[in-house]
């Protein structure tokens, strides 16, 4: 499995931004489609954006505009821009690594975002 480690959140006030970070044990990041997830307290984890092996994206109607999704293959990070951040988008936030429909990466840590109305 693939180790993914994700780095970047913090304490936000409503309307500002954050950028995560994630980076994968992997010499084939390339070939995985990367994804960005997030679990706020007693909710279920929700998928938030994916990028493609050919950068193509897709985002949550809940993070449609606000959020921007990128990966740098060379140096195996994906990263979620987050803008206009809202208080229920606080949350933590999970990368995974996906080839199909199949998740191949172990759950990390997570990255904690808090935002504040």
């Known amino acids: 499995q693939v180790q993914l480690v994700e780095s970047g959140g913090g304490s936000v006030q409503a309307g500002g931004s954050l950028r995560l970070s994630c980076v994968a044990s992997?010499?084939?990041?390339?070939?995985?489609?990367m994804e960005w997830y997030r679990q706020a307290p007693r909710k279920q984890r929700e998928l938030v954006a994916s990028?493609?092996?050919?950068?193509?994206?897709n985002y949550a109607d809940f993070v449609k505009g606000r959020f921007t999704i990128s990966r740098d293959n060379a140096k195996r990070m994906v990263y979620l821009q987050m803008n206009s951040l809202k208080a229920e988008d606080t949350a933590v936030y999970y990368c995974?690594?996906?080839?199909?429909?199949?998740?191949?990466?172990?759950w990390g840590q997570g990255t904690q975002v808090t935002v504040s109305s």
């Open positions: 990028i493609g092996s050919a950068d193509s994206t």
């Open positions: 992997t010499s084939v990041f390339n070939i995985y489609t």
């Open positions: 995974n690594a996906k080839i199909g429909i199949t998740l191949r990466g172990s």
